[in-house]
């Protein structure tokens, strides 16, 4: 019997937005590989990093940052917004599909859209298939 | 500074596609300002071509490292080992750099990852404006410190021209007159008065029509 392979996503996620991987629990059940990179500010992101999580294997990549104009370091949210823009061109350009490469405002507690954020990507995942560069 | 932009990474696919091991040399000076050929870039272009030849079935090793300036020997050095490792370089430096790492290294092929684009100066966060050509007869002294020769799109010594429009020129109204700021600067300065001054046409000679220039400090050649 060949043995399904599960879809790994990576979510990078600022801590001032989201630091409650309890509301993560709602995906329980949700057949996927989650690996998870906290950052004190969204900003943080350099595009190599997220280039690297493909890399490494993620089929596709989030990012959860704060609603624009609540960033506590003012415009960090922004340059993330900007450097995923910039990094979902390349992945175009590569060949990999910008789609995989994604950028959300999430709450903790909100599991009802962080629910439908991972549903989403993991329809998305299902449209164009694996990394191919896995 | 001199200001790049890297090139696309299906030109840069293009370049790179015969060899198999492969250096991707940045540079931390101008390059590296201008977000074209710096570290990060090196690590983000890096990894971009990794996943491109993957995803292609084609496997291609990669080095990176970053030199501080690709145009003089004494950093150049820095990269021997690297370069003597891989069966080409793709150098994120400027024309200059690409070429003093084709000098040293005669054997390896060196390709440019950058397109250089201008001298100029960085405006703002993420916007480098083109400020100097490089003419080899500066005379900003005259002009107030406002370039007629690199910022006029007519190169006029004797400004304005009639397609100067409320401080805007006629051939793109996205860019500022040169010769509006000219006069802006000299009046505030107090030396509008050079404008009465005949400035004869340009002697290009000592601009690169007069081919490759090159300068010798006798006081330093030992």
Redesign the interface.
């Known amino acids: 019997m060949i043995k399904k392979i599960q879809p790994q996503i990576t979510l990078f996620y600022c801590i001032n937005a989201f630091n409650d991987r309890a509301s993560l629990s709602v995906l329980s059940g949700v057949a996927f590989e989650l690996k998870t990179v906290k950052m004190a500010c969204s900003s943080m992101v ?3 990093f997220l ?2 999580a ?2 490494a294997g993620a089929d596709a990549v989030a990012v959860f940052v704060c609603p624009e104009g609540q960033c506590r370091y003012v415009e960090g949210n922004i340059r993330a917004k900007k450097r995923v823009n910039f990094i979902k061109k ?1 992945l175009d ?4 599909e910008g789609r995989r490469l994604s950028l959300h405002n999430a709450e903790s507690g909100d599991t009802e859209n962080i629910g439908k954020i991972f549903r989403q990507i993991l329809s998305d995942i299902n449209d164009m298939g694996p990394n ?3 | 500074m001199i200001v790049g932009k890297q090139k ?3 030109e840069i696919r293009e370049i790179v596609s015969p060899y198999k091991k492969l250096l991707v040399l940045g540079c931390g000076t101008c390059v590296k300002t201008c977000f074209a050929g710096g570290e ?1 870039e090196v ?2 272009l890096s ?2 071509l ?3 030849f ?2 292609d079935g084609r496997s291609i090793y990669i080095e990176e490292l970053t030199v501080e300036r690709q145009c003089e020997d004494e950093f150049i050095r820095e990269a021997a080992v690297a370069i003597s490792k891989n069966t080409a370089v793709l150098s994120l430096a400027c024309g200059a750099g690409v070429q003093a790492i084709a000098r040293r290294f005669a054997n390896v092929p060196v390709l440019p990852g950058v397109n250089t684009t201008f001298i100029g100066v960085l405006e703002k966060q993420g916007l480098f404006t083109e400020e100097c050509l490089g003419c080899g007869d500066c005379q900003l002294a005259v002009f107030g410190g406002v370039c007629p020769v690199s910022r006029c799109a007519k190169k006029l010594q004797n400004g304005p021209c009639g397609g100067s429009r409320i401080g805007k020129c006629e051939i793109n109204p996205e860019t500022d007159c040169a010769w509006q700021q000219i006069i802006t600067r000299l009046t505030a300065l107090g030396q509008l008065d050079n404008l009465r001054k005949y400035n004869p046409p340009k002697d290009w000679r000592t601009s690169h029509a007069g081919g490759p220039r090159k300068l010798v400090r006798e006081d330093h050649v030992i």
Do not use: Q
Request: charged share 35%; glycine share 4%; proline share 4%.
């Open positions: 350099k595009d190599v280039l690297r493909f890399e390349l350009e590569i060949g990999l191919p560069a896995k | 696309s990474i299906a990060d690590a983000t990894s971009a990794r996943l491109l993957k995803k």
